[in-house]
C-alpha cells in the first residue's frame, strides 16, 4: 500500500519543476502561475491527466495560501 505522505511529496516536487506546456504562460513554472489563472481552469476545466491534477493541486496550494510549501524544492525560489 502507497503512503499518502510519499505521493504528497512526489507531488510537491514535480509542482516545483513542472512547466506549463501551453497557453498564456507557456513555458512558466506550475508553481509560478497566478491564482486567477488556475481558478480560470477551475470553471472552465482542468485539462486531463497528469496536467490538471497537478494543476488542480497548485490551485488548492494558493488558494489556501500555501505556496510557500514548495520554496524549500526549487532552484530560485521567488524571494518575499
Do not use: C
Not at 29 to 58: T, V
Request: proline share 10%.
Amino acid at each position: 500500500m502507497t503512503d499518502p505522505n510519499d505521493v504528497f511529496r512526489q507531488d510537491l516536487a514535480k509542482l516545483a519543476t513542472a512547466i506549463m506546456p501551453f497557453g498564456k504562460f507557456k513555458g512558466r513554472a506550475i508553481a509560478d502561475l497566478p491564482g486567477n489563472y488556475l481558478a480560470w481552469f477551475a470553471r472552465e476545466g482542468f485539462p486531463p491527466g497528469e496536467l490538471g491534477r497537478l494543476l488542480a493541486i497548485m490551485l488548492e496550494l494558493d488558494h489556501n495560501g500555501l505556496r510557500r510549501l514548495l520554496d524549500p524544492l526549487r532552484s530560485n525560489p521567488p524571494r518575499a
